[in-house]
């Protein structure tokens, strides 16, 4: 069974720059989440969805970055302008649905960096 | 959710077994305690999970007192494999919503 699908695996910018990351969840899964991840960190929480309903985007910060899960399976972040902050691993997980215990599967990341 | 505080880093050698607690005074009815494990240039992976008691499985066994205000993941016999970042969370029953820290870097030696 193939795991979370993420791409680019890296990606080099300038600052104010735009940027844009995919991720395909794991077949079936209808919870998808959004993590940053800084250095010698632990990641957190952007964005979840459910299905195509963003349901908690409280720590998206919403005048740079946007997130899209039009059909309710793959899911798109975007960040315009890009920051030199923003320079971080941006993963993407996915989970058969939210409540009663159900393990995240996460992809392996995106490394962004913003020069 | 839980704030949850372990150990930065911990040393171990192979055959050994690591024992990483971490605490969650704060913990809540409807939480639960699971563990992640993270590589570098990767996800993190899950580990194990549990509400009370002990749960064990093929790769690790987790503690958890009656008062729930602690939990301790047991390691057995550790390789070098399983150097790596390991994360102790809170979770909302109801949510899913984990809250990760830092984490404690075990590092094994041979």
């Known amino acids: 069974e193939a795991g979370v699908v993420q791409s680019p695996r890296y990606k080099i910018i300038e600052k104010k720059q735009p940027v844009a990351f995919w991720c395909n969840p794991i077949?079936?899964?209808?919870?998808l989440y959004w993590y940053l991840q800084n250095l010698g960190q632990g990641p957190e929480l952007l964005i979840r969805?459910?299905?195509?309903?963003?349901?908690?985007d409280s720590q998206l910060p919403k005048d740079r970055f946007s997130a899209e899960r039009l059909k309710g399976v793959d899911s798109t972040l975007k960040i315009q302008p890009a920051e030199l902050g923003d320079s971080a691993v941006y993963l993407c997980?996915?989970?058969?649905?939210?409540?009663?215990?159900?393990?995240?599967?996460f992809g392996p990341g995106t490394r962004l960096t913003v020069l | 959710l839980a704030k949850t505080t372990q150990p930065i880093s911990m040393d171990s050698y192979e055959g050994q077994e690591v024992n990483i607690t971490c605490s969650h005074n704060?913990?809540?009815?409807?939480?639960?305690i699971t563990w992640y494990q993270q590589f570098p240039s990767q996800g993190p992976r899950f580990i194990i999970q549990?509400?009370?008691t002990k749960v064990t499985n093929e790769v690790a066994s987790l503690f958890i007192p009656a008062d729930r205000k602690s939990s301790t993941l047991s390691l057995p016999r550790v390789s070098l494999s399983d150097t790596a970042v390991y994360y102790c969370?809170?979770?909302?029953?109801?949510?899913?919503?984990?809250?990760f820290g830092t984490g404690t870097r075990l590092q094994v030696f041979p």
């Open positions: 997980a996915s989970s058969l649905t939210a409540g009663g215990l159900n393990e995240q599967f």
């Open positions: 969370l809170v979770g909302d029953w109801n949510t899913d919503k984990l809250i």
């Open positions: 704060n913990i809540a009815t409807n939480d639960y």
């Open positions: 549990g509400y009370k």
């Open positions: 077949s079936g899964h209808n919870t």
């Open positions: 969805y459910e299905n195509e309903e963003a349901v908690d």
